[in-house]
């Protein structure tokens, strides 16, 4: 059974810095590709990041390129997502997802809010 928990999300001042990881199990994160995706209240849900199966090619939105990074410990099966200089525009929900054989994977969230 694929299961997907979130963590690491909290309140947070503009110019700091979080580390979220995604705990994955039913799977092997080093056998698939995996992203981060975010939702603000009234927005849709966005793409923030990606990681290939291999681990050696990644995707970001523009808006957080050179200020998040996306890696795996394959040994603790788990996917992070390093934000720093955060903005109050990264204020959002923050998602882990994997697709396996057309099925898709969510885990259920951590929240981000960056506000002084």
């Known amino acids: 059974q694929v299961q997907l928990v979130e963590s690491g999300g909290d309140l947070v001042q503009p110019g700091g810095s979080l580390r979220l990881s995604c705990a994955a199990s039913?799977?092997?994160?080093?056998?698939?590709?995996m992203e981060w995706y975010r939702q603000a209240p009234g927005k849709m849900r966005e793409l923030v990041a990606g990681?290939?199966?291999?681990?050696?090619?990644?995707t970001y939105a523009d808006s957080v390129k050179g200020r998040f990074t996306i890696s795996r410990n394959n040994a603790k099966n788990t996917l992070y997502l390093q934000m720093n200089s955060l903005k109050p525009e990264d204020t959002a929900k923050y998602y882990c997802?994997?697709?396996?054989?057309?099925?898709?994977?969510w885990g259920q969230g951590t929240q981000v809010t960056v506000s002084s």
């Open positions: 990681l290939s199966s291999t681990g050696r090619s990644t």
């Open positions: 039913g799977f092997t994160v080093s056998a698939f590709a």
């Open positions: 997802n994997v697709n396996i054989l057309l099925a898709g994977y």
